[in-house]
Nanobody, 115 residues
Framework: QVQLVESGGGEVQPGGSLRLSCAVS????????MGWYRQAPGKQRVLVAT???????DYADSVKGRFTISRDNAKNTVYLQMGSLKPEDTAVYYC?????????WGQGTQVTVSS
């Protein structure tokens, strides 16, 4: 059974930083592309960043230069380092494992950027 558990969310002031973590169990983590998504209140869930099994990364235009996705295959964990945070980054952040046939999601972690 594949499980993903996010952590690291919280409240931060504009311009601040947070690092999200997503620990994965029940899958060959190193073989899978991983992604971070976010969903703001009343809006659809949108892709923030992805990282392939080989470490190739991609970002939404809205976070390029501010967020960094990385992975530690020894720890079965993917990270999202977020910097220069803005109020519009406020959302529930979810990690996703791109399985061979289906995707697996974590439960989400709330990030609130507010002064």
């Amino acid at each position: 059974q594949v499980q993903l558990v996010e952590s690291g969310g919280g409240e931060v002031q504009p311009g601040g930083s947070l690092r999200l973590s997503c620990a994965v169990s029940g899958s060959i983590f190193s073989a899978n592309t991983m992604g971070w998504y976010r969903q703001a209140p009343g809006k659809q869930r949108v892709l923030v960043a992805t990282i392939s099994s080989g470490g190739v990364t991609d970002y939404a235009d809205s976070v390029k230069g501010r967020f960094t996705i990385s992975r530690d295959n020894a720890k079965n964990t993917v990270y999202l380092q977020m910097g220069s945070l803005k109020p519009e980054d406020t959302a529930v952040y979810y990690c996703k494992l791109y399985g061979r046939f289906i995707g697996y999601w974590g439960q989400g972690t709330q990030v609130t950027v507010s002064s």
